[in-house]
């Protein structure tokens, strides 16, 4: 069996000192978040339910707390960096994080998903953003990537904005809540080569 390897210090600082923006605090999930998320996803459910699998009817309360039970266990075990935003002010914004991928050269994709009550006003610009200066401050960090359904004009906006490139289509690459296959485009961005 694989051994996940430790949490890297650039993530294991944000429990002691979350990340702020101009707007925004961004921090890993603590016992008792749900109390945030859950209304958040149940406001927000028409508009995340074509992009994301797990925003389906069937997302409870219930749920929600797996939810952030998980996250807490993945990321102390450095599986996952599940990160939730707010406003300065205290305000739920949404959910954000670091998901590892790779075997043989770990890199990682960012994931993001902004409320509905919030949306359209650059939060998850400045998030993202956020998340890749702190990743690559790291030099660990090779490779950033983010993926969204071709047909999510919004979010493509958001990656292209945050200056990452697109890269390619997987095809039917991700299987829907309703069953269909869907496309991914991906996007990445990179750490240039020392000369």
Known sequence: MRKTPPVPAWL???HAEPLCTRRLVI?????GDD???YPAVCESLKELAPWLVWATDAYDAKACRAFVRDS???YAAGRGFGLLMFTHGGAFVGGTGFHVRGASARYYEIGYWCRSSMAGRGHTT???KALLRLAFASPDVHRIEIRCDPRNRASA???RKCGLKLEGRLRKIVRHHDGRLCDHLVFAKVRRARA
């Open 35 to 37: 109390r945030f998320i």
């Open 72 to 74: 807490m266990r993945d």
């Open 126 to 128: 400045e998030a993202v």
């Open 27 to 31: 921090r890993p999930l603590h016992r």
């Open 12 to 14: 294991r600082r944000l």
């Open 157 to 159: 906006r958001v990656i």
